[in-house]
């Protein structure tokens, strides 16, 4: 009886379920490695907090010198950090490092895993990041990622002792160790052995350090060399390492290749410590497994007589091995080395098998066009025998003759209950500190499932393979020719409305315009009902004219504060519209639990959300927002767009604000719902505009880091501030990650890495008298309530006390005070101002106080007394 095969595609060097490029087809050179793999028994697992605090070096090395498996588990996929590319925050800045991850693995040559902890931004000490992230719950998942990959020898990047720094890569540190011994425990989290069994690794290392000035490292620790060079990759593994680590785009991290020795240094934590190999103690090869010196030997053989012009002649040798390894007792590495194997088979056999679609986006209820290409180009024996997509089976019989292509297309439908493609961590409403993933497989999984996948059957040298593969968006660029992108499942309609924040002052009167669309995906009925939905309340839109069932498309509204300044407390709701455009309607629990299955904020309470309704009852609710790189694949999810209202107590002063596009942020479209007149400034808009028609210049985070040309503006800038203006200049790194790369103030002062990552830490006025303090607003500790993630990052240092005054006062729990959250100076006739204050993360999450401290910076050089 003959045995079907489960084969994903993939390649040696190249792994994922979803990728922008061609499908991959290995070298002579990636196969001779793959088989020389096939005879290594030894897995490593490294684990860290984020992305990027890997040890790119140290994997290549592993995966392609000693060619064990080996995996990257970063605790959290990078949502809090900052982003040098554009202005995504929060999980939007997570997928983008999420696949960045999963482009350096595709260099380094690792597998690539998560834990459901989300990176709530910089915290100073373990114990500040365990009160977000639930300790037990990200425990069970290294214990989980442990049990299924079972390394051998487990890595640490941080020591349990702090000296990491940053609280979550202690806190990764203290989870390893832990899981080290849980993994082993079955009492621990018994409710995974359903799927996997208990797994001891040898021993558990952290690979110390020598780096940002801290030399961790000692003669009398560990060491191997990881420098060398493999003449069939042609680089040396730091070559590669750099290669893979300059993926982290968003992170400024950029990476020149190093050649020669390269000492890596460790200290064991846990199990037997190693004496002269990494692998001490653990048998690495087929004497592991019972019977396995028959395969070490069929393995030899097949690497002696591997042609590297003609690798199609290894298959049936390897068809071979296939059927020997099936005999050997079942076990891990048994599924692991058939796995193996099946790719080799793939591979060497020069098979081309493609499933694309000329559009990238599928609607439910329509259909996809899948077309089919196939090229046996070796000319191995080979029969197309089936192919499936989801229901959908067809039976063929078809010889693949060498190098001649097989082209067809078919047409499938998407039913309705097809899901929308979405990553499945933002599936369910995450939690403060971790994801909601019901599914215990699916934890660890780095990236979402694909749209579509079809399974073609082929018959090689008279066995059956099946090859899984994801469908993929192919077209040609003018400029980028072939590409190949994921196919995303969408509804037939997704609804935005914007602005995401709408701010109204108290005590003063205001209309805000607001626009809600219907972007049709598919042929819609002619009217749509358009509605804001609140938790427990529908909201009937209607245009001015009285309309509420229009085309799709958008319709416009006002909504005022009315309510609010008249003081009638009867009708002071979430929404104090005009009541001739909205009606109140309540909400059936259906419509609820349709929305809330997928991410919704957490501050719902103040927001509402966007939702269309056709006349049978069918409803939209969600919008998609594109990220687009050039260097990671298309990234699409959906979420319910939301409208949320802010009633502040705000006054200002001035009018003309300009803004410095840095790295990218949020702030301009805040401070135009303050009642500001923004213009953005870039390069040329400084080269050529009156500074002196604004009554403030703020730059943008990390303005100075990113943009060269802002060297070239230094005069006019401080001309500006001596003739009466007032420039603030938002956070800027001082590291070789952003250097500054411009002086900022008209005096001498550093930027630190001093930050405060309390978002409730007491805040002290070193000068309540001072205007910033109380013109317009009158600031009070009130306005330092309800602060998300953070104070302050990155503080003034080291400045000229006789220039610059401080006014602010803050520190951590357990820290000394810090004043270099916000230090102004007057020069000439006007005002400067550095602050690490995050007005970025504040002003989108629409915190009061932030909104209150930033108008009053806005005016301080227009209130006398100072």
Not at 82 to 103: H, K, V, Y
Not at 460 to 477: G, H, M, N, S
Request: charged letters at 25%.
């Amino acid at each position: 009886m003959r045995k079907t095969i489960l084969f994903f595609i993939s390649t040696f060097c190249f792994a994922s379920p979803v990728f922008s490029q061609a499908p991959q087809s290995w070298t002579s050179a990636d196969m001779y490695l793959a088989i020389r793999k096939l005879n290594v028994l030894g897995s490593v697992l490294y684990i860290a907090a984020h992305p990027d605090d890997e040890n790119t070096r140290l994997i290549t090395y592993f995966s392609k010198d000693k060619l064990y498996r080996t995996g990257y588990l970063s605790m959290t996929r990078g949502d809090g950090g900052q982003n040098l590319i554009g202005d995504e925050q929060g999980i939007e800045l997570g997928l983008i490092r999420t696949q960045e991850l999963l482009a350096a693995r595709r260099v380094d040559g690792g597998e690539q895993f998560f834990t459901r902890a989300i990176d709530i931004g910089y915290s100073k000490n373990p114990q500040e990041t365990f009160t977000k992230w639930d300790k037990e719950k990200i425990l069970s998942d290294v214990v989980w990622v442990i049990r299924k990959f079972q390394p051998d020898v487990i890595i640490t990047r941080f020591p349990t002792t702090g000296e990491g720094g940053h609280g979550h890569h202690t806190a990764s540190a203290i989870l390893a160790n832990e899981a080290f011994t849980a993994a082993a425990d079955p009492t621990r989290f018994p409710e995974q052995l359903k799927y996997v069994q208990v797994w001891q690794a040898k021993r558990i290392l952290w690979n110390s350090f020598n780096f940002g000035g801290t030399n961790l490292t000692s003669a009398d620790q560990f060491k191997f060399d990881v420098g060398g060079y493999n003449p069939l990759l042609g680089k040396s593994y730091g070559e590669i390492a750099a290669i893979s680590r300059s993926n982290h785009k968003s992170q400024g991290f950029g990476s020149a290749g190093s050649r020669g020795e390269a000492l890596e240094y460790f200290k064991n934590t846990g199990g037997d410590a190693p004496s002269d190999d990494i692998m001490n103690g653990v048998e690495a090869g087929w004497k592991r497994v019972q019977g396995g010196d028959i395969i070490e030997k069929k393995i030899n053989k097949i690497a002696s007589s591997f042609e590297l012009l003609h690798p199609e002649n290894s298959v049936k040798e390897l068809e071979a091995l296939y059927q020997l390894l099936k005999t050997l007792p079942d076990g891990y590495w048994k599924m692991q080395k058939m796995k193996e194997t099946q790719q080799l088979i793939g591979q060497c056999s020069g098979l081309f098998i493609s499933a694309t679609s000329s559009e990238q986006f599928v609607v439910q209820t329509d259909s996809i066009l899948i077309n089919f290409s196939l090229n046996n180009r070796l000319g191995a024996s080979a029969i197309l025998k089936n192919i499936s997509v989801d229901a959908f089976d067809s039976t063929f019989n078809l010889p693949l003759e060498k190098n001649r292509n097989i082209l067809f297309g078919k047409a499938f439908f998407v039913p309705a209950s097809k899901p929308i493609t979405q990553p499945y961590w933002l599936v369910n409403k995450m939690e403060e500190g971790y994801f909601n993933v019901p599914d215990q497989q699916k934890i660890g999984q780095a990236d979402m499932d694909a749209g579509y996948t079809v399974n073609i059957r082929l018959n090689i040298e008279e066995q059956d393979f099946d090859f899984e593969q994801p469908v993929k968006y192919r077209f040609t660029d003018p400029v980028k020719g072939e590409l190949y992108q994921p196919v995303f499942v969408i509804p037939g309609a997704t609804v935005m409305s914007s602005p995401s924040l709408i701010l109204f002052r108290n005590n003063l009167l205001q209309e805000k315009e607001v626009e809600m669309q219907v972007n049709a995906n598919k042929k819609l009925p002619k009217n749509i009902n358009y509605f804001l939905r609140t938790r427990d309340t529908l909201l009937t839109v209607k245009d001015t004219l009285g309309y509420n069932k229009l085309q799709s498309g958008h319709i416009s509204f006002t909504i005022n504060n009315s309510a609010r300044v008249s003081g009638n407390k009867e009708k002071k709701r979430l929404l104090s519209q005009l009541d001739s455009l909205l009606k109140k309607k309540t909400i059936t629990a259906a419509q609820k639990n349709e929305i809330e299955k997928y991410y919704t904020r957490s501050d719902d309470k103040d927001v509402a959300y966007a939702y269309a309704q056709q006349d049978d009852s069918t409803s939209y609710y969600l919008s998609v927002r594109a990220i687009n790189y050039d260097h990671i694949p298309s990234i699409k999810y959906f979420f319910p767009d939301g409208l949320k209202t802010l009633f502040i107590d705000l006054k200002t002063y001035g009018k003309k604000i300009g803004y410095i596009i840095g790295a990218g942020d949020k702030v301009p479209e805040a401070v135009e719902q303050m009642g500001y007149d923004v213009t953005l400034l870039t390069d040329k808009e400084l080269a050529r505009n009156n500074l002196q028609q604004f009554d403030a210049i703020i730059t943008g985070v990390r303005a100075y880091n990113t943009n060269e040309w802002m060297n070239n503006y230094y005069d006019k800038l401080m001309k500006y501030v001596n003739d009466g203006g007032n420039l603030i200049v938002q956070y800027n790194t001082s590291s070789n990650i952003g250097p500054v790369r411009a002086k900022m103030g008209p005096y001498n002062f550093n930027v630190s890495r001093n930050r405060i990552t309390d978002e409730n830490a007491p805040v002290s006025f070193l000068k309540p008298e001072h205007p910033v303090f109380n013109f317009p607003n009158k600031i009070t500790q009130d306005d330092f309530k309800g602060w998300i993630q953070e104070r302050s990052i990155y503080h003034a240092a080291a400045w000229d006390s006789t220039k610059f005054e401080t006014v602010l006062s803050m520190n951590d729990p357990g820290e000394k005070p810090d004043d270099g959250s916000l230090i102004i100076a007057k020069y000439g006739k006007g005002i400067f101002v550095y602050t690490g204050i995050v007005f970025f993360r504040e002003l989108p999450a629409g915190v009061p106080g932030a909104y209150r401290l930033l108008a009053n910076i806005i005016a301080l050089n227009r209130k006398k007394g100072f």
